[in-house]
């Protein structure tokens, strides 16, 4: 399977009293888009993240890497990918702090986001594993796809965040960070192929990331990976760039 881009992104809200026309009226705006202010920022938030949701789309369908990587490729890709998580998670704890946020909101968003920093963690094992061995090679078939996943959950934080924070001074500035991490993150997979096994090379086998329904909170794993990764972008950005660009 590959990254679907997801459905309408829908924010929850407080209800009105069930049967009361209120309560009704408010079914059809969230249902259908339509009335409220807050649905107008859902849409501009749909309108604002799709440039974004096309180009993974378009990564999902037409990036083709190799299926096997280095220990050096998974961690640099890894870091460059919860780049994006750290990002699109700054924007969704300042959505947070808005008076009428929606809590169940900004934590469906987090778990999302969270479940994607444990899932690295399968890789990173490999990647240990693989140079504990001496073996250079890694056959993690499922990696590309947790690399989409992985952006198209982060976009749809972007997304809980937009709507949260419609119209506030502190949403232009997230989502430049957001912009820049993910432009940097699409150069880098647009160049990356890939590592190729030699006839008869040790090749060790990644198991794939697998969804759980763990708790996962951002000041956690979440958030030491994010850590690590803002304090070494030099580091990533010259693994995986060349040194100029025509």
Avoid at 48 to 58: E, L, R, S, V
Avoid at 114 to 134: F, N, P, T, V
Avoid at 176 to 203: H, K, M, P, T, Y
Wanted: overall charge neutral; proline content about 4%; aromatic content about 8%.
């Amino acid at each position: 399977m590959t990254y679907v881009k997801p459905p309408r992104r829908y924010i929850a809200r407080p209800r009105k009293p069930a049967g009361s026309l209120a309560g009704w009226v408010e079914d059809l705006e969230q249902d259908f888009g339509i009335g409220s202010p807050e649905s107008q920022c859902l849409a501009a938030a749909n309108q604002t993240m799709a440039p974004f949701d096309a180009k993974i789309d378009d990564l999902a369908r037409n990036w083709k890497p190799t299926g096997f990587y280095t220990s050096a490729d998974i961690r640099g890709l890894i870091n460059q990918t919860l780049a994006l998580v750290r990002e699109a998670q700054a924007a969704v704890n300042a959505a947070a702090a808005e008076p009428n946020a929606s809590q169940d909101s900004v934590m469906r968003a987090t778990t999302d986001l969270g479940r994607k920093g444990q899932d690295s963690l399968d890789y990173l094992k490999a990647a240990s594993d693989a140079d504990a061995q001496g073996i250079r090679v890694i056959n993690a078939p499922g990696f590309k796809r947790w690399v989409t996943d992985t952006m198209g959950a982060a976009s749809s934080a972007m997304v809980t965040a937009a709507v949260i924070g419609c119209i506030t001074p502190w949403w232009v500035g997230a989502l430049a960070a957001f912009q820049s991490a993910f432009d940097l993150l699409i150069e880098i997979l647009r160049d990356f192929v890939g590592a190729v096994a030699a006839v008869g090379e040790r090749v060790l086998k990644a198991a794939d990331a697998v969804l759980s329904m763990v708790q996962y909170i951002l000041l956690g794993a979440a958030g030491l990976a994010a850590y690590y990764i803002w304090t070494r972008a030099d580091e990533v950005k010259a693994h995986f760039l060349p040194k100029s660009r025509s």
